[in-house]
């Protein structure tokens, strides 16, 4: 009898492992495994990336990585006071989850209790501080004032002067589509995933002809997409 519970028990947890690693290859798929980018210290982005990672972001200059087993990595020129809150944080404490990056020194990350800080304007801390929802995803525009916020109830918050491709195609189709993250440049380039109005989940757009032509070839596996300046980029795909 106690031999058929140990066995019983072993294959409750065998399940167990098997389902959980079913998750994570089901997770790391929705984020996108592999990375291609144009960006400076390209070395460094390769070394630090890999499908572990939960969350990336560039302003162009830096970029930076955040991991499942609670670490973090970035490279050089990402917002000082970011890095240096991540250096003295307590592997304690709970670990971010999610993090944006701006030029301009801009930035905001969420943590995984739903604690958020950010350098950024005072219209996207009104926003986020109203909300009871948390982010799903924070971008910044060319300007400091110009921002766009996803929260995860499906509200949506944008200011300052935006790319008017993507507040014309909002604005024509907003009653027709459930925005889920958006992202912009510092040169007014800008992308967005949704769902609904059309057989596509995501466009973009203010985005040069070698940049077009280079994520054109990944736009069926595309999972993410992020802009520094000089028209530099990160794409994430699966």
């Excluded at 990375?35 to 969350?55: A, M, N, P």
């Excluded at 944006?100 to 604690?115: M, P, V």
């Excluded at 002067?161 to 507040?167: K, R």
């Amino acid at each position: 009898q106690l031999k058929k519970k140990e066995e019983e028990e072993r294959r409750r947890r065998e399940e167990q492992a098997k389902q959980e690693r079913e998750r994570l290859n089901r997770e790391r798929a929705r984020r996108g495994r592999f990375l291609t980018y144009f960006i400076r210290r390209g070395d460094h982005v390769t070394k630090c990336f890999d499908d572990e990672v939960i969350s990336v972001a560039t302003n162009g200059e830096g970029t930076i990585f955040l991991y499942e087993n609670c670490n973090w990595a970035w490279t050089s020129d990402c917002p000082t006071q970011l890095t240096n809150k991540l250096k003295g944080r307590s592997r304690n404490l709970p670990k971010p989850v999610y993090v944006a990056l701006g030029s301009k020194d801009r930035y905001y990350i969420l943590f995984e209790d739903g604690k958020s800080q950010w350098v950024g304007p005072e219209n996207l801390g009104d926003a986020i501080h109203k909300r009871r929802s948390r982010a799903r995803s924070v971008a910044f525009g060319s300007e400091w004032n110009s921002y766009f916020v996803v929260f995860e109830d499906g509200h949506w918050q944008y200011g300052g002067d935006l790319p008017y491709g993507l507040t014309s195609f909002i604005q024509k189709h907003k009653k027709r589509i459930n925005i889920k993250r958006v992202s912009l440049g510092s040169d007014d380039q800008w992308w967005i995933e949704y769902d609904g109005c059309d057989n596509s989940n995501q466009r973009w757009g203010g985005i040069d002809n070698k940049t077009r032509s280079r994520i054109g070839c990944k736009k069926n596996r595309m999972k993410f997409l992020d802009f520094g300046d000089d028209d530099t980029y990160i794409l994430r795909y699966t």
